[in-house]
């Protein structure tokens, strides 16, 4: 794993079911599929010194134009965390996922 994703945190009770290193447009970045009380997400994690003046309205416009965002109102963004900014997007409840 590149060394810039080492530090990234953890929350607790969060179980972690795929983690890999992509580029997203130019941008190295973690990409996560997660569960945490039962809900399933997504998350496209940046060093957040890499964007310092993206604001959360244009990095959710460059995030939602990927086709791995199922829908752009169900984006969420989480800065100041050791340096990283989360984007979390494609939620679901796992009781919906049952019935998929």
């Given amino acids: 794993m590149n060394d ?3 530090n990234v945190p953890k929350d607790e009770g969060v179980a972690t079911l795929l983690q890999t290193q992509m580029k ?3 941008y190295d970045v973690l990409y996560e599929q997660w569960i945490w009380d039962g809900i399933y997400g ?3 994690i940046f060093v957040e010194a890499e964007l310092p003046h ?3 309205e244009a990095l ?3 995030v939602a134009v990927s086709p ?3 829908a752009k109102e169900n984006i ?7 340096g990283y900014i989360f984007v979390n997007f494609n939620f679901k409840v796992l009781e919906d996922m ?3």
């Fill in 4 to 6: 810039k994703f080492n």
């Fill in 24 to 26: 997203f447009d130019e």
């Fill in 42 to 44: 997504e998350s496209i």
């Fill in 54 to 56: 993206m604001t959360d």
């Fill in 60 to 62: 959710e416009d460059f």
């Fill in 68 to 70: 791995i965002v199922k």
């Fill in 76 to 82: 969420t963004i989480s800065r100041g965390k050791n």
């Fill in 98 to 100: 049952e019935d998929e």
